[in-house]
């Protein structure tokens, strides 16, 4: 029996299966189950070559994919915020391959991705699903481009596929320590009570992938699918905008509804209806946070500022010098901050110094070392202290 004919018997099982109290340490068991077989499917053939998928390099200080279903408006919408021409048509898989395009929007490069159209099933291998999935993993935001004159349940289908090869959306990593050790048995903690489990539940988990000493601290009331995220340990958490097109097409009533829905947004590629709106809010899901540099005596640079994430490194003064340079934070002296996160103007920071949007940053640097140790510039003289120390010269001879 293959990985996919497991795959299937299990959901299968845990269908038929009733959802009480005796029956939830079943269905936890079935679940550490079907997540280890699901990583199994998705980790890479060991015979063969390589496979074939969408090689993009990374360019520009933000990486966004554009995810749906056939003929719902990606191609349009590259075109329209980016310039770079993508083929449109009338029939379904158009896009064949992954085609880059880059958004200019407040002194920021954002690098959007158009990918090919996926079906249902898509997690399993159909219709290049794999490799469109792979590009998604590695993006830091995610526009799930849907038809807002298709039905609403298009949504939870492409979730549901995302959710399959693991990538949570618009959801936070679970806040549990986990550790596994080579002895000492199952340690189990936590800070408040736990309503969604129990530490039969968590042994009966534990026990499925043979985890017998480890160390677990729930500082929060988690499921038993957080725990089974925790173990897997290659879960990706990516935030995601619903992007609802063709609203001309829909009544006033309907494009209400779906614009006071979460983290969605109504747009219309035919008319060019709410651009404007779409990028505002893809700066605002990316929190994107630009830091102009300042030399000594000299104005701030605002022309190309250093654009940080915290999806990229964080928004420290540390990850803002590495990001100038390896090297800087080893010469890193002191800074100077001129903006929201200072608490007068200018503020002297160090490198944990968290930096805001729009903040003038003017770094010092310690004085250059050399070799042996000494500055640049002597301040002692290299003889002896004592006279006494001091060689004594031969007499001059007469």
């Not at 959901?11 to 009480?20: F, I």
């Not at 719902?72 to 915020?81: A, W």
């Not at 090919?116 to 399993?124: D, K, L, R, S, W």
């Not at 654009?307 to 390896?326: F, Y």
């Amino acid at each position: 029996m293959g990985i996919l004919e497991k795959i299937k018997e299990i959901e299968a099982e845990m269908a038929r299966t009733q959802r009480n109290k005796a029956t939830e340490y079943h269905l936890g068991q079935l679940k550490a189950r079907l997540a280890k077989l699901r990583t199994e499917l998705q980790a890479p053939s060991s015979k063969g070559g390589p496979g074939e998928g969408f090689d993009v390099q990374k360019y520009g200080d933000g990486r966004v994919a554009l995810i749906g279903f056939p003929s719902v408006g990606k191609s349009s919408l590259l075109t329209i915020l980016t310039g770079t021409e993508s083929e449109a048509a009338a029939y379904e898989f158009t896009t064949l391959t992954c085609i880059p395009g880059v958004i200019h929007y407040n002194d920021a490069k954002i690098q959007l991705l158009d990918l090919p159209g996926i079906i249902e099933g898509a997690a399993e291998g159909k219709g290049r699903g794999r490799q469109v999935i792979a590009v998604c993993k590695s993006a830091d935001l995610l526009l799930m481009v849907l038809d807002a004159t298709k039905p609403w349940y298009h949504r939870e289908i492409l979730t549901r596929e995302l959710e399959a090869v693991g990538m949570r959306l618009n959801r936070s990593p679970p806040n549990i320590y986990f550790k596994k050790k080579k002895t000492g048995g199952v340690s189990i903690n936590s800070t408040g009570p736990l309503t969604k489990m129990d530490e039969k539940l968590v042994l009966r988990v534990l026990q499925e992938y043979k985890i017998h000493n480890c160390e677990l601290l729930f500082k929060e009331d988690c499921s038993v699918d957080d725990l089974i995220d925790v173990i897997e340990g290659n879960r990706r958490y990516v935030k995601c905008l619903y992007v609802y097109n063709k609203v001309d097409m829909c009544s006033m009533e309907e494009v209400g509804e779906i614009a006071r829905r979460p983290n969605s947004i109504p747009v219309s590629c035919h008319m060019r209806l709410n651009m404007d709106g779409l990028l505002g809010k893809i700066w605002a899901m990316m929190a994107l946070v630009r830091v102009y540099t300042k030399k000594v005596g000299h104005k701030p640079d605002f022309s190309e500022p250093v654009v940080l994430t915290s999806d990229r490194g964080g928004t420290t003064m540390e990850a803002m010098c590495k990001q100038i340079h390896n090297t800087l934070t080893k010469e890193f002296k002191y800074a100077l901050v001129w903006g929201c996160s200072a608490k007068h103007y200018p503020q002297r920071v160090g490198l944990t110094h968290q930096l805001a949007d729009e903040d003038v940053v003017q770094i010092v640097k310690s004085k250059i070392k050399a070799e042996d140790g000494r500055g640049r510039f002597k301040s002692t003289s290299d003889k002896p202290l004592r006279i006494a120390d001091r060689e004594k010269k031969p007499a001059l001879k007469t």
